[in-house]
T-cell receptor, first 111, second 114 residues
Framework: GENVEQHPSTLSVQEGDSAVIKCTYS??????FPWYKQELGKGPQLIID?????GEKKDQRIAVTLNKTAKHFSLHITETQPEDSAVYFC??????????FGPGTRLSVLP | GAVVSQHPSWVICKSGTSVKIECRSL??????MFWYRQFPKQSLMLMAT?????????EQGVEKDKFLINHASLTLSTLTVTSAHPEDSSFYIC??????????FGSGTRLTVV
């Protein structure tokens, strides 16, 4: 089955700097890669996703890149703000089947 | 669009009692819903997949007689934790497959069994 690894587990950056979180997956059949932001006591919120036929996707300060050959994908947050502080989860799946989540990254943006 | 409403957001119950958690898709029909469990500072772990009108598919190690899932309509799935024990205390989250090819999550339910 699918296995998703995520690094780093914790990340602290200064406000305004960029943050990068990386994930690797094992099942080459996976074709959908979402990123979720989870604030304390709340459910995960989708912030960006990418499908296997695309190499990069950007939405304002957030971007995701996918390298299918190497089976890894990354989340990039630019111009970080304190409200970006949260736990971020990557996930991978073959569309229509259940997700496998990474272990999460706790991002702290220091003012 | 594609909102999943999950209730209650938190619940405290006594050992031995049962608790029902509801997930409703508000503006779309959810043929498939997923139920996850999350322990503090850990990732989400899939418990079961429910398909409208059929029996849920449980992940290995999840007791189907303890965690009863019902998906009787295209907009409602319920998870009932039966004979709850303190070790069942956790954060439970549902998600649904949306019409436009994505997935959306409920806000979660924090269950505390005392």
């Amino acid at each position: 089955g699918e296995n998703v690894e995520q690094h780093p587990s914790t990340l602290s950056v200064q406000e305004g700097d960029s943050a990068v979180i990386k994930c690797t997956y094992s099942d080459s059949a996976s074709n959908y890669f979402p990123w979720y932001k989870q604030e304390l006591g709340k459910g995960p919120q989708l912030i960006i996703d990418i499908r296997s036929n695309v190499g990069e996707k950007k939405d304002q300060r957030i971007a995701v890149t996918l390298n299918k050959t190497a089976k890894h994908f990354s989340l990039h947050i630019t111009e970080t703000q304190p409200e970006d502080s949260a736990v971020y989860f990557c996930a991978a799946n073959l569309y229509g089947q259940n997700f496998v989540f990474g272990p999460g990254t706790r991002l702290s943006v220091l003012p | 669009g594609a909102v999943v409403s999950q209730h209650p957001s938190w619940v405290i119950c006594k050992s031995g009692t049962s608790v029902k958690i509801e997930c409703r898709s508000l503006d779309f029909q959810a043929t498939t819903m997923f139920w996850y469990r999350q322990f503090p500072k850990q990732s989400l772990m899939l418990m079961a997949t429910s398909n409208e009108g059929s029996k849920a598919t449980y992940e290995q190690g999840v007791e189907k007689d303890k965690f009863l899932i019902n998906h009787a309509s295209l907009t409602l799935s319920t998870l009932t934790v039966t004979s709850a024990h303190p070790e069942d205390s956790s954060f439970y989250i549902c998600s649904a497959e949306t019409d436009f090819g994505g997935y959306t999550f409920g806000s979660g339910t924090r269950l505390t069994v005392v």
